[in-house]
């Protein structure tokens, strides 16, 4: 399994999430800081193996989103917004993520979510380390 950030900021909840992805097995960790980057990344992951935690830091970051849509078609894709504001929410469910979720939530929200997808993922092969 293969689980893809994308953020340009370092956030306080990306640690937590990397612990969580850390005590799970078989997990590769992808990190994209840039656009190229993501695009780059995003080209090395199957259908069905991946999990994509975008990270909307304002409207650029949506509209690349938006423009980056049919890569997620059997792509598993999480939506982080970083600030509270709503006036982006009906853009993102357009996208049909697994989950949409953001600053406005509580900090273990977001690690428990991508544990649970990737559990579901992986199904029987799922191991847990500590």
Not at 23 to 45: E, P, T, W
Request: charged share 25%; hydrophobic share 45%; net charge positive.
């Amino acid at each position: 399994m293969k689980v893809l950030i994308y953020n340009r900021q370092d956030w306080d909840i990306i640690g937590r999430l990397q612990q969580t992805l850390k005590a799970m097995g078989n997990i590769r960790l992808l990190h994209a800081r840039d656009r190229k980057g993501f695009k780059h990344a995003l080209s090395s992951c199957f259908a069905g193996e991946t999990l994509v935690v975008f990270f909307v830091e304002g409207k650029k970051d949506m509209v690349f989103l938006e423009s980056e849509e049919m890569e997620f078609m059997d792509i598993k894709l999480i939506i982080y917004f970083t600030d509270k504001k709503t006036d982006l929410f009906a853009r993102a469910y357009k996208l049909y993520p697994r989950v949409v979720t953001g600053a406005f939530d509580s900090d273990a929200f977001l690690p428990a979510a991508v544990r649970g997808i990737l559990l579901n993922l992986m199904g029987p092969r799922a191991t847990l380390n500590g």
